[in-house]
T-cell receptor, first 117, second 113 residues
Framework: DADVTQTPRNRITKTGKRIMLECSQT?????MYWYRQDPGLGLRLIYY???????NKGEISDGYSVSRQAQAKFSLSLESAIPNQTALYFC????????????????FGPGTRLTVL | QQQVKQSPQSLIVQKGGIPIINCAYE??????FPWYQQFPGKGPALLIA?????SEKKEGRFTISFNKSAKQFSLHIMDSQPGDSATYFC????????????FGKGTRLHILP
């Protein structure tokens, strides 16, 4: 979805390096999410934010941190990358103002493929 | 109780066949059940969704069947085409504005030409 952009799209880094993945959205949605996708494990939630002042841990937050710089921006950091953080990372948004149920519809970005050597 | 169990993990079907992907859940508080479709190199996108007040919903060649008593729901693709080859995720949420969505682990579907 062009309304949710992620940078970089691909990144190769070394163990121990700090890396930041960035997400921007023009949909005007309040809620933003970070997921990682691994083969056979599906989409697992790392962190989510329901507004600028609200940050929540997801299923697999260890080793990650996030920053919600503005309503439209939500970044994910790996303070000291390790090889098992090699994965496809997705940012997503949802619209709090939508009808109940539909407010949970996730709009995903194109993903960042991260490789940690 | 928060899990959504999806099967099979992968599926190969001949063109024109009807692939069926199944999901089961435990939490009876879930009341919104979407399916997402993901093509290689893309993010997942909403395909179709159902609320538990109906047993079936159709959109084009895609149908969700919902069995509330069994706590199961499934996706059927009629007259499947090679272009339907993708990864499909089922999901569930409580639909209240303070909760997040729970995804199944995904099914890689390949439609043979």
């Amino acid at each position: 979805d062009a309304d949710v952009t992620q940078t970089p799209r691909n990144r190769i880094t070394k163990t121990g390096k700090r890396i930041m993945l960035e997400c921007s959205q023009t949909k005007g949605h309040d809620r933003m999410y970070w997921y990682r996708q691994d083969p056979g494990l599906g989409l697992r939630l790392i962190y989510y934010s329901f507004d600028v002042k609200d940050i929540n841990k997801g299923e697999i937050s260890d080793g990650y941190s996030v920053s919600r710089q503005a309503q439209a921006k939500f970044s994910l950091s790996l303070e000291s990358a390790i090889p098992n953080q090699t994965a496809l990372y997705f940012c997503a948004t949802s619209d709090l103002q939508a009808a109940a149920g539909e407010s949970d519809t996730q709009y995903f970005g194109p993903g960042t493929r991260l490789t940690v050597l | 109780q928060q899990q959504v169990k999806q099967s099979p993990q992968s599926l190969i079907v001949q063109k024109g066949g009807i692939p069926i992907i199944n999901c089961a859940y435990e939490n009876t508080a879930f009341d919104y059940f979407p399916w997402y479709q993901q093509f290689p190199g893309k993010g997942p996108a909403l395909l179709i969704a159902i609320r538990p007040d109906v047993s079936e919903k159709k959109e084009g060649r895609f149908t969700i069947s919902f069995n509330k008593s069994a706590k199961q729901f499934s996706l059927h693709i009629m007259d499947s085409q090679p272009g339907d080859s993708a990864t499909y995720f089922c999901a569930a949420s409580k639909g209240d504005r303070d909760d997040k969505i729970i995804f199944g682990k995904g099914t890689r579907l390949h439609i043979l030409p």
